[in-house]
């Protein structure tokens, strides 16, 4: 079976400051791994994915997230935030790029000036 | 990328009526269609998964009899809450791909349901 816990339900954090959201993920099998986000009232917006190749990924809006097997981590970074990333973040697994999903319980970030 | 449309995006009913939610693939034909439901602030957790022409497939603790899913074309799945009750309020959100399993599922907007 497969999990996700996302470790940090609340991350507050300044305009321009770097932020990690924690992501680590339990697998029997091969996994693919997500990130998206969702804005108050809206559906899910990807972010980025790894599915194969390079450890490290890029998305959108600059975040970028590096998949560690030995830790089982996928963490989210950015390295400056700004104001319009306040949101909810979702961590998520599949063993297949288009089975169902495992979604962590999300990380609120919160950017303020 | 692809675009999944659901409507309506959000409806009010009274208790006992039926609710009919629809999930669109708009510019692809999608094969396989997932139902989410999400209560506030928490995660979303999968209610079934529907293949174009089949029976979906319900998780655990899912009432089939009170969900019905129907996927009758490439293009369209409905979920249809039954007999709504206040407790069935939440966010319902579909996503949807086409091919197989390694092509990617793209998500819908949401669909907020509030029984009163």
């Known amino acids: 079976a497969q999990s996700v816990t996302q470790l940090d339900s609340q991350v507050p954090v300044f305009e321009e400051a770097p932020v990690e959201l924690r992501c680590n993920y339990s697998s029997s099998v091969s996994v693919y791994l997500f990130w998206y986000v969702q804005y108050p009232n809206q559906g899910l917006q990807l972010l980025l994915k790894?599915?194969?190749?390079?450890?490290l990924v890029k998305g959108i809006n600059g975040f970028e997230a590096e998949f560690n097997k030995s830790q089982t981590s996928f963490h989210l970074r950015k390295p400056s935030v700004h104001i319009s990333d306040t949101a909810e973040y979702f961590c998520?697994?599949?063993?297949?790029?288009?089975?169902?999903?495992?979604f962590g319980k999300g990380t609120t970030l919160s950017v303020s000036s | 990328g692809a675009v999944v449309s659901q409507h309506p995006s959000w409806v009010i009913c009274k208790s006992g009526t039926s609710v009919k939610i629809e999930c669109r693939s708009l510019?692809?034909?999608?094969?396989?269609m997932f139902w989410y439901r999400q209560f506030p602030k928490q995660s979303l957790m999968l209610m079934a998964t529907?293949?174009?022409?089949?029976?979906?497939?319900?998780e655990q603790g899912v009432e089939k009899d009170k969900f019905l899913i129907n996927h009758a074309s490439l293009t369209l799945s409905t979920l249809t809450v039954t007999s709504a009750h206040p407790e069935d309020s939440s966010f319902y959100i579909c996503?949807?791909?086409?091919?197989?399993?390694?092509?990617?599922?793209?998500f819908g907007p949401g669909t907020r349901l509030t029984v009163l």
């Open positions: 529907s293949n174009e022409g089949s029976k979906a497939t319900y």
């Open positions: 510019d692809f034909q999608a094969t396989t």
């Open positions: 996503s949807a791909r086409g091919g197989t399993a390694t092509d990617t599922q793209y």
């Open positions: 790894y599915l194969s190749g390079s450890t």
């Open positions: 998520a697994v599949g063993n297949q790029a288009g089975t169902a999903l495992i």
